[in-house]
């Protein structure tokens, strides 16, 4: 079965060249074919995005779609499956890096050797929509971790079949009071929200799919500690990828002057994370000069109006260039 990686960038050129660059050295003949919709949500200058494209446009194996503006979470995915020409998909976003070889193809033959129809992480939800999909289909919320109905729409393994079954509205959804869906068997109490991607796993639940749950190694405010103790996704040895989490809201966010919430100390460890990856990236991808000065002075500034602590950002750098080999 032929394969496909469908992309969802929200514009940073240097996490989406860090995404890239991983695929290119160390997984790139697993796939057949690599999609990137490029939704500029982060407002990247046009003249660094057209150095981007330049910079991969001529690979046969890529197909762009460009959006000068933001249209939203779900519908840049939706676009790349109507276009996608292979069997088998893996969803991303710009914040997932994967950068062990083996790892794609492994979870792809998964589903070829008919052991499942696809594999995601489950990502935490509550309320009205995540009672009634656990009675549903007989879900079961315990545990550590992530725990819910939905999948992450990133490090997403699917056939492109199944995904056309549903409405193929990625985005986030609204449950009216009073409406009934089949697919939960259940008429609201109250009017609910889910949030990107959950529609779509409930649709794909109704199919009656076999899934498997896979670990999404999602990136923690308290990565140090967690690395120095060997707890969670460090327990059995290093993960093999990595989603670095909500990395969209560095350029024209938090590193063109907005303000992230610093309320508690949970809150600043998560955005001291976020820094350590934008460094990193910045720092490891080529080209962009003006930009990446710019870029560089974003997260100095975020740095010193954050207070954030120099040591345990630069200690977070170090692990996960470490991981990441680069």
């Known amino acids: 079965m032929s394969r496909a990686a469908l992309l969802s960038t929200c514009g940073d050129i240097f996490i989406t060249s860090l995404v890239l660059k991983l695929w290119k050295e160390r997984w790139k003949d697993e796939i057949s074919h690599f999609y990137i919709n490029i939704n500029n949500h982060s407002n990247v200058p046009t003249d660094v995005i057209s150095e981007f494209i330049s910079?991969?446009?001529?690979?046969?194996?890529?197909?762009?779609?460009?959006?000068?503006?933001?249209?939203?979470?779900?519908?840049?995915?939706?676009?790349?499956?109507?276009?996608?020409?292979?069997?088998?998909i893996l969803l991303l976003e710009d914040d997932f890096f994967i950068f062990q070889p083996g790892v794609v193809d492994g979870y792809f033959k998964k589903i070829e050797s008919g052991e499942c129809d696809l594999l995601g992480s489950p990502r935490y939800t509550y309320g009205e929509v995540a009672d009634a999909a656990k009675v549903k289909y007989n879900l079961d919320y315990s545990g550590s971790g992530d725990k819910g109905f939905g999948w992450w729409p990133t490090g997403f393994y699917c056939k492109k079949a199944d995904l056309l079954k549903t409405d193929l509205d990625f985005g986030s959804k609204e449950y009216k009071a009073g409406e009934y869906f089949k697919e939960l068997d259940h008429t609201f109490k109250e009017t609910c929200y889910t949030d990107t991607f959950t529609w779509t796993s409930i649709q794909l639940r109704y199919l009656g799919l076999k899934s498997l749950e896979i670990p999404q190694y999602h990136a923690s405010p308290l990565e140090a500690y967690e690395y120095e103790d060997k707890i969670l996704k460090w327990s059995n040895g290093n993960p093999?990828?990595?989603?670095?989490?909500?990395?969209?809201?560095?350029?024209?966010?938090?590193?063109?002057?907005?303000?992230?919430?610093?309320?508690?100390?949970?809150a600043i460890y998560e955005i001291e994370t976020r820094v350590a990856f934008w460094f990193l990236a910045s720092d490891v991808i080529d080209g962009f000069q003006d930009f990446k000065k710019e870029y560089k002075q974003g997260i100095e500034d975020l740095v010193v109006r954050g207070n954030l602590d120099r040591n345990r950002i630069e200690k977070k750098i170090r692990i996960y260039k470490e991981l990441l080999n680069v």
Do not use: A
């Not at 446009?57 to 890529?62: A, C, G, M, V, Y």
């Not at 933001?70 to 499956?81: A, F, S």
């Not at 093999?240 to 303000?259: A, D, E, R, T």
């Open 55 to 88: 910079k991969i446009i001529t690979n046969p194996r890529i197909t762009l779609i460009w959006h000068p503006t933001g249209i939203g979470n779900g519908p840049p995915q939706t676009e790349l499956v109507k276009i996608c020409n292979e069997d088998l």
């Open 240 to 266: 093999k990828y990595i989603h670095g989490g909500s990395l969209s809201s560095g350029w024209s966010g938090y590193l063109s002057g907005q303000v992230p919430d610093l309320s508690n100390e949970n």
